[in-house]
């Protein structure tokens, strides 16, 4: 493999290490800053941090490409789930929920995106897709069975998984359109129609200002600019080189390390039985992928 290759397949890693760990992080923080800002100024302080930093990069390195009526369409259902709806039902989430069950759940996604792509796209629904749906579900069957003991919210459990499903929407919408158009350009531009959907909550975000302490602050603003403005660009930049099922495995990783997080910083960890649902949701997430695996190892063998 020459030297081009190489540093190519480096920077994909790089760009995923960032974004799992920024992601990892954005759970630990959501729930540290959670007392002193309410879901919605919440969003709109962070996705107002993230405008500001990606606007400059598009001024000074960024080309424009102009979107057709329908990437249009598209970029403004992207916007509203993945940085309106996924950041607002989040956030409420975790007044509710510990990082690492909040992370579980939002996890599933993968398996959405699977599942849609077997009816919309026509990619039917193979024998392992099935056993891992039943699975997956499984798991979040087991995840609410922790809040009929009383140590886990059931409004919590809803809202991640509406996170989860607003999340598998944007990624299902943001792979056609970086195919021609940059990925600076399609985050700014969702970030940008999410901060417009907030803006109703920018009362609450400057009485909330006025009183949290600085360490709030300052996680919401490292929100804006980590979690949001690079690991998205990072994510944007593995997303057009590499396909999108073999990305969201990646993803994985993000709960384990938000748990490690959060044990480690806020000494909180999902209730056991919240965790091993969470982890038998996550394999049935893996179990669908099989067949993708199987079909990349024959072909190599062929």
Same mark, same amino acid.
């Given at each position: 493999m020459t030297a081009a290759p190489?540093?190519? &397949?480096?920077?994909?890693?790089?760009?995923? #290490? #960032?974004?799992?760990?920024?992601?990892? @992080?954005a759970f630990v923080v959501i729930r540290a800053v959670a007392a002193d800002f309410d879901p919605g100024a919440l969003t709109l302080g962070r996705l107002g941090a993230a405008a500001i930093v990606l606007g400059v990069a598009q001024l000074v390195h960024g080309r424009w490409v102009r979107p057709t009526g329908r990437q249009w369409a598209l970029l403004g259902v992207f916007g509203i789930s993945w940085f309106l709806v996924y950041n607002l039902a989040l956030n409420a989430a975790e007044h509710l929920l510990d990082p690492g069950?909040?992370?579980? +759940?939002?996890? #599933?996604a993968p398996l959405i995106v699977a599942l849609v792509a077997g009816t919309m796209l026509g990619e039917g629904f193979p024998r392992w897709l099935i056993i891992g749906a039943i699975v997956a579900f499984g798991g979040?069957?087991?995840?609410?069975?922790?809040?009929?003991?009383? @140590?886990?919210?059931l409004l919590g459990v809803v809202l991640a998984l509406v996170a989860a499903v607003t999340y598998a929407i944007a990624v299902l919408l943001q792979k056609p359109l970086l195919a021609t158009l940059p990925g600076l350009q399609v985050t700014l531009i969702g970030v940008a129609i999410g901060l417009?959907?907030?803006?109703?909550?920018?009362? @609450?975000l400057v009485a909330q200002l006025s009183t949290a302490p600085n360490a709030s602050t300052i996680g919401v603003v490292y929100l804006g600019v980590v979690p949001t403005a690079i690991a998205f660009l990072a994510w944007a930049y593995a997303l057009k080189r590499m396909p999108a099922g073999r990305l969201a495995i990646t993803t994985y990783l993000v709960p384990v390390?938000?748990?490690?997080?959060?044990?480690?910083?806020?000494?909180?960890v999902p209730p056991p039985?919240?965790? +091993?649902?969470?982890l038998v949701c996550l394999s049935g997430v893996a179990l669908t992928r099989v067949p993708a695996r199987a079909? &990349?190892?024959?072909?190599?063998?062929r």
């Open positions: 190489l540093r190519a &397949r480096a920077s994909v890693i790089l760009a995923i #290490v #960032v974004t799992l760990l920024a992601w990892a @992080s069950t909040a992370a579980l +759940l939002v996890n #599933v979040i069957a087991i995840i609410g069975a922790a809040t009929a003991t009383g @140590s886990l919210s417009v959907g907030s803006l109703p909550w920018g009362g @609450s390390i938000a748990t490690g997080m959060a044990w480690a910083l806020l000494a909180e039985l919240a965790l +091993l649902g969470g079909s &990349r190892a024959a072909a190599v063998s």
